[in-house]
C-alpha cells in the first residue's frame, strides 16, 4: 500500500481479475507461458529473431575488432565472451513441471499459496549439491523484458518482448532493428559495461582487462555519466548519471550495434525503399523513440530517479542519440539545432 499509494501515487487498487492474474503469473508463470507462446509466438517470429540476434552479435564483434583505445589482447578477450554467450529466445527448451504442486479451485486463496511456497521449497532443497541447471530461465516467456545474466554469460529475450512496439516479425526491418534490435544490443552492452566487463567469459568474477584498458574504459564511462548528470526531468530534478551509467552504457552501445546489425542486413539483402518519406535510418531511429514513449505521474517520476537504474523513458527515447553520428546524418542536424551535441562532448564507448 505505501509503495502504491504514497510513493507512486496509485489512486486506486487494481482491478480483481488484474491481481488475480499476476498472482498466477508469478506462481505458475511458465504454464501460463505456454499457453501465450502458442497463442501469440509462431516459429516464424522466433526464426527471424535469432537472425537478428546473430547480425547484431556479429556487428558487435566487428565494433570491438576495430576500437581504438583498446588493445589486442582484451579484444581477443572480449570477442571470446561473445562467441561464448548463450542465447535464449521466447521460451526454455523445457518448460517447468508443476505436476507435483497441490493447488486446486477447492481450496482457499490462503491454502493454495501454502502448496505454492511448499512446492518450491521442496525444487529448492531437491537442487542443493546438484549443478546447476543453465537451462532455466529467470523469467517467464510473457514478461516484457529481457536480460543479461554475468555468472552463465547468457542474454534471454522471452516471448513478450518480441512483441510491438519492438519487434514484428512481419514489419520493415529497420523498424525492428530499432526496436528489438537495439533492446538486444542493449543487452549484450551489459556483458561490457561497468558491471559486466568484470566477469569472463566462463561468468567467472575474473579481471580480464588490461590496466590500461580498464583506465580508458572508466574514462568513457565516467564522461558518460557526467552527460547524465546534466539532463533534467522534472524542475531541479536530474538524471543520476553514475546510478543509470550501466543502463545507458545499455542503450548507447545498443542502439550502435542495432545500428550496424542493419547495416549488414542491408549488405546481404539490399536496401527498402523510402517508406512514407522515411528513410530507413530515419524509420530505424523513430523506432527506438517510439518503444521509449512514456506517460508518468511528476511523484513516479521522482521515485524512479531515485530507485530505478534505468533512465526515465522520455531521456532513453533521446539522449543516446546525441552521441551517434549516424542520427545527425539521418535527420541532417546541424549545429544550432535542439538535439545537437557538439562532438567533443558526445560519448564514444563500443
Known sequence: VFYSKYLR????????????????????????????????????????????????????????????????????????????????????????????MEVSADKS???????????????????????????????????????????????????????????????????????????????ISHAFDDSGSRFDADGNLKNWWTEADLAAFTERADALAVQYDSVMVLPDVYVNGKFTLGENIGDLGGLLGAYDGLQKYYAENGRPEDIDGFTAEQRFFMSWATVWRTKSRDEALRTQIKTDPHSPGLVRATQPLLNIQAFYDAFDIKEGDDMYLAPEKRVSIW
Open 109 to 187: 486463496y490462503f491454502e493454495n499459496m501454502t502448496a505454492v511456497n511448499k512446492w518450491g521449497e521442496l525444487k529448492n532443497y531437491s537442487e542443493i549439491g546438484e549443478p546447476v541447471d543453465k537451462t532455466e530461465w529467470g523469467m517467464s516467456p510473457q514478461t516484457v523484458n529481457a536480460y543479461f545474466n554475468p555468472l552463465n554469460n547468457e542474454i534471454v529475450f522471452p516471448a513478450a518482448i518480441l512483441q510491438p512496439p519492438f519487434y514484428n516479425y512481419t514489419a520493415d526491418e529497420a523498424v525492428n532493428y530499432g526496436g528489438i534490435g537495439a533492446v538486444i544490443g542493449h543487452e
Open 9 to 100: 501515487e496509485a489512486k486506486e487498487q487494481r482491478p480483481a481479475d488484474e491481481r488475480a492474474l499476476a498472482t498466477v503469473n508469478g506462481t505458475v508463470g511458465e504454464a501460463l507461458g505456454q499457453l501465450y507462446v502458442d497463442a501469440k509466438f509462431p516459429p516464424e517470429a522466433k526464426a527471424k529473431a535469432e537472425l537478428m540476434i546473430a547480425n547484431v552479435i556479429d556487428a558487435f564483434k566487428e565494433r570491438i575488432a576495430f576500437l581504438d583505445w583498446m588493445s589486442d589482447s582484451t579484444k581477443t578477450k572480449a570477442i571470446e565472451k561473445l562467441d561464448k554467450f548463450t542465447v535464449k529466445i521466447a521460451y526454455p527448451d523445457k518448460w517447468e513441471d508443476y505436476s507435483t
